[in-house]
């Protein structure tokens, strides 16, 4: 039971950045309808960014976060403004490609960048654990939690409570009549792919300081967030933000108790497995025939 | 002009190992026939039902695994591992289209690279069968006969090099009769309106799942001549990489048409084969990012299209 | 009887676009299936066709259950429908969009194409044939090479009146097949539809423009929120009490 329990919470620990790189994926699938294969490259940026930062620069733990932060809204904001914008209309399977292409190019060029070997993290928080009851929790994974926990909640209120927050809606229902009514669908894609980008990085400058930084640590985030949109239901939020917490905890309990070598293997099969077995939930917009 | 080009075209591949001295030479052009087979294979999807798939590696290592473990683990005569192989990727891309044919866009593609993540991770752990990431080294190479009576072992680089060429020219003909055929006027119809192609009595159910189990069976033979001419099968042939560069192929060279993934299976193999000498694997695959980009940005369509568009159109007008 | 339709229902959320719809269309015989926007009529389509399933009630086709079949099914009845949209295989030439149509008259299956069977050759000249005469009936022979989406408007849907013919339909369901078009296009889609009949096809017809709709049906059902309010001859339809208030009350 003790070790259930720590499970769980270890479980939730990773699930609340699971659900940050879900949240994003899921806003730019569901507003843009651009699946972003890169996404994954947008968190392995964000814990460079951490990472140069802190070793290269010498800043503050958190100035470093901030920074790695920034630098992933930037890039986002320049990806969308340069390779998805004079695609726009295009179909999907062309903006796909075209985020296969920026997810290659994005890791060959770390690893020129950085090599192949991984590199770790520095961080101020003790390594000794809190001991909460039957449970122990290090310092540095409370406050990746915390932050997590912030930054979704400062997602929701930009989102529900917000003018900007209320233009992406409004694109998200229904683009042709958004625009009539005087949105600038432009400015929403750009924004909305920065701001996707900015919690995937969030998310990578999180766990870089937990596990290590390497060039390919993108791809298995980026599985992990397609799962959670999957799991979450396609452009929905409070989905992604569940969805996350659950692959966490699935992942944690499927290493413990069956195979640490399949762990990877939960989400993987978790998309098959939902969208197999109810993919009609999952069709937000059906077509219309006649 | 519209019969000396092929004929031409047919000498020159028959004479390569004549006249080209140098083996390595030899062994690009065998990789690059091996991978015109896994183009073609996913043309037959992309390019003329419509429908991404981005797990296409999985058959091929599925092909290259089945061919491998009987010969290795049973003894069989690669000949039968080849059909073994074929009929064994023909039946998991049975088992892919059956399950997925509800799916389309997003989350067809979703799936498909799923379920090659899966069989990476079972290539990966199951140590019995597949000997981890290790791998399965001193496959035996390819041989025609049967075991005792008679045998042509296929061991020099010429030898695999007519192969090839001869599983890829068979592959390039059936793909051809079959996309010329009601049955391939029936994947277009699938692929351009869906709708109106079921008004019209096509069943899209069944010839999705046919054109998966073909074109599965092709990547499965791909893998079982990558198999015993490479002679090691590891679970790299599970990875993303390779799906990426059929892609690649097929975009680059023209989806939709027959002549264009072979096109972009000879220029995206020698490309970086040429690149290899000056440049690292890493500003390969950055080039080969960048070159995707340019591609979907100039040329939309791929080589061969706007070729033919622009011949048509110098026709037009003289 | 050719088609019977059963005590349809069917809703969407909160719209019942068909509430208890029975009617009957005689065979060899153009009825026309009218009503304001947003009465059912291309629901009904759908529900006959095999595109959507209804909540309630059945489709009877020369007496036997069309109801649950899927649409490709249904064409294999001989059953046809063209859709109220344009709706072509774009990106393929006016042949070879006829050439999709004709699918269900080829026989040849998966191995004879393979292996390259003499037969395979033979069907495909004859049904290269059969299409050419076909875009020769509507009119688009001197089209035949060109890509569908090129085609202007009218000509586009006569090409879908081509590609529904293709499929050699004993039952031609046609849902506005002359929206947008001027009048003297009109007239040549009506004359072909008329053709069509002679050769022996059921028609059923959903059409706005009254004038061509009392012109040219033998029998002609009046659908209105998602009801049949009248059914008859032309003649008794134009002075129908119901039909004028349904047409002059709007919704
Ligand atoms: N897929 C759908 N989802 C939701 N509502 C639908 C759908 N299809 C039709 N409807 C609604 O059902 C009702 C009937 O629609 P239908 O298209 O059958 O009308 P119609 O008679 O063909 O009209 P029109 O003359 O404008 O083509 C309408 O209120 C329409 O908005
Ligand atoms: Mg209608």
Redesign the pocket.
Known sequence: METFLQHVVNGLILGGTYALLGIGLTLIFGIMNVVNFAHGEFYTLGAYGAFLFLSLLDTNFFVALLGAIALGILLGGACERLLLRPLLGESIETTMLVMIAVWIAMQNAELLAWGGVAQSIDHPFPQAPLILGPISVAPLRLFVFGTAVLLILGAHLLIHRTRLGKAMRATFQDRETAALMGVDIHGIHTLTFAFGSGLAAAAGTLLGPIFVVYPSMGDLAALKAFSVVILGGLGNFAGATLGGLLLGIAEELGAGYVSSGYRDAVGFAIIILVLLLRPSGLFAR?E??? | MKRIGPGLLAIVLLTVPLWVGNPYYVHVLIMAGIFAILALSLNLLLGYTGLLSLGHTAFFGIGAYTSALLALRLDWPPWVGFLAAVLVAGLAGYGIGKVSLRLRGAYFVLVTISFAGVIYLVSVNWMELTNGPLGLPDVPPFSLGLPGLFELSIRTKPAAYYLVLAVAGAAYFLCHRLVRSRIGRGFIALRENEALAESVGINGTRYLVLAAVVSAAMAGAAGSLYAHYTRFVSPEVFLFTYTVTMVIMVVAGGKGTLVGPVLGAFLFTALPEALRAVTSWQWQMLLYGVFLILTVFFLPKGVIPTIETWLRERRASP | MSLAVEELA?R??G?A??VDVSFEVEPERITSLI????????????VITGF?RPARGRVLYEGKALTGLRPFQVAERGIVRTF?KTNLFHRVSVLDNVMIGLHLRGRMGFLSILLGDRRVREEETALRGVAEEILAFVGLAHRRDEVASALPYGEQRLLELAVGLAARPRLLLL??PVSGMNPAEKTTVMGLIRRIREQGVTILL?E?DMRLVMGISDQVIV?HH?RVIAQGPPGEIQSHPEVIRAYLGGR
């Open positions: 059906a219309r025939v006649g | 069917v969407f959320g719209v676009a068909l009503g304001p926007n947003g009465a059912g009529k291309t629901t009904a389509f759908n959507l109220q849902d506005e959903v706005h659908l998602g």
